[in-house]
């Protein structure tokens, strides 16, 4: 018997709702103690994303990783989203006085330098290590950071999600709202966090070469750029072996514009996209290897 649509997202609501209070009231260690058991439950039975985890390893290295050095990036790689993911439900409550301590920024300089131009940032990341803490940390040392979200099917859900975002900081701008609310934001000075590393038929894309295959991927972050004169400066939140984080700025990528629009967003793209793949390379078990990075395929090529 299948429950009524309104019964099971009432029951989900409850539960995450529920999940959520019991996960605040644990000390620190236990919480994170349970993130990693989580993670590596679902490592253990999600064999679906094992396969895939392997997969995308093997196209983008070869025969350079063995089985089991795969299979070790990717057992990491859950156990970090199952930690990373604690910390972030415990960020309302538990940021200022457990997780702001263990964050240690490297090259915020880049940040600041582009910040202070007053012409907005686009702040370029991905899939990589707790994106949502990065934002979270940058709002908390005084710059105005928004971030881009996709409407829950729940209404409560989306409430619950963009009251927290706010309550430390944030401004949520939704894939609804008009286009106009994130340019005005970004000429009033403004930071955007964009994630741009997946394949998403919502967003408009250009196939580039990511890891040396043609993949679709987002090009919104570089038309705002070539419009608006906004800043792209590349960042990632990293979590370290000892459940501290470590924040990296990478240094603004510049660029010129030519009479070719399209073209200017081909080669800003890709620049940015290579970045994204160093980063990846460096820490290979903090990257969504369970996503299909190259699912579409270009019309000649389908």
């Not at 990373?84 to 457990?98: A, P």
């Not at 490297?106 to 370029?124: C, N, P, V």
Request: net charge positive.
């Amino acid at each position: 018997m299948r429950l009524p649509k309104e019964l099971k997202h009432d029951l989900v609501f409850k539960l995450v709702r529920g999940l959520i209070s019991l996960i605040n009231l644990l000390p620190q260690r236990v919480a994170l103690f349970c993130g990693s058991v989580l993670g590596m439950m679902a490592w253990s039975i999600l064999t679906k994303e094992r396969y895939r985890v392997s997969r995308h390893l093997t196209l983008v290295h070869g025969n350079s990783l063995t089985a089991a050095e795969k299979n070790n990036i990717g057992r990491s790689f859950f156990i970090n989203s199952g930690k990373n993911l604690i910390d972030v439900l415990r960020l309302r409550k538990h940021y200022d006085s457990e997780i702001k301590p263990r964050v240690t920024i490297e090259g915020l300089e880049h940040w600041d330098r582009a910040y202070k131009r007053g012409k907005g940032i686009i702040g370029i990341t991905g899939h990589i290590g707790n994106f949502e803490l990065l934002a979270v940390h940058l709002a908390s040392l005084g710059y105005r950071v928004a971030v881009i979200g996709r409407e829950l099917y729940d209404t409560r859900m989306d409430e619950m999600l963009v009251s927290n975002r706010e309550a430390l900081g944030l401004t949520n701008i939704a894939t609804t709202d008009s286009p106009r609310k994130l340019l005005q934001w970004l000429k009033d000075g403004g930071a955007v966090g964009v994630l741009m590393d997946t394949d998403s038929s919502r967003v408009r894309g250009m196939f580039i070469p990511v890891f040396g295959r043609l993949a679709q991927t987002p090009v919104g972050q570089s038309m705002l750029a070539l419009k608006t004169g906004a800043a792209l400066v590349p960042a990632v939140c990293l979590r370290n072996e000892d459940n501290t984080y470590r924040i990296v700025v990478k240094p603004e990528i510049e660029f010129d514009r030519t009479d070719d629009f399209d073209r200017d967003v081909y080669d800003l793209t890709l620049k940015c996209s290579r970045i994204i793949e160093e980063i990846i390379n460096e820490n290979k078990s903090q990257w969504i290897w369970i996503h299909n990075r190259w699912c579409a395929r270009p019309p000649e090529t389908a």
